[in-house]
């Protein structure tokens, strides 16, 4: 286990609007922002997309994803890490529950949802921690590590 500890920065309130596309809004968000490390909620409604709901063989390496499209509007509630990939770029990992007409989806929202009507975000900047994500060979992933 690696571990950091981190203090409360800036809070963020945003209001995504329909249309607005993850992680791509929040992730640009936290560039124009300088905000390289946070923790973040999202409650509100995406209107299509896909999420990552698995691998699509857990034995399997490098991981290959298992892709779910999403067909109708659906309530969304998720959490996530911002923190900056190899290059300093802000990087969005948010995990979604996706609900519509009594059925659930979760998943990973990388692989790009659309908000429908309206999202809220609330965003906690993490200080004094250094933490990046660095791209793992062998699974393919951009794990979360602690910088020396």
């Known amino acids: ?6 203090s409360l920065g800036r809070v963020f309130v945003l209001r995504l609007e329909d249309g607005d596309h993850l992680p791509d809004c929040i992730e640009a968000f936290a560039a124009e922002h300088n905000l390289s490390q946070a923790f973040c909620a999202l409650v509100g409604g995406v209107a299509g997309g896909q999420i990552v709901v698995g691998p699509i063989d857990g034995q399997a390496l490098p991981v290959t994803p298992m892709l779910h499209t999403l067909a109708g509007v659906h309530e969304a509630a998720a959490v996530g890490t911002i923190f900056p990939d190899e290059s300093g770029a802000p990087r969005l990992h948010m ?20 908000i429908w009507k309206i999202g809220e975000v609330i ?14 060979p062998a699974t393919g992933f951009e794990l979360l590590a602690v910088e020396e």
């Open 1 to 6: 286990m690696q571990h950091a500890q981190a």
């Open 95 to 114: 995990h979604a529950a996706l609900g519509r007409e009594g059925a659930t989806r979760a998943g990973c929202v990388r692989a790009g949802l659309d």
């Open 123 to 136: 965003i906690l900047e993490l200080t004094g921690a250094r933490l990046i994500r660095r791209r793992d």
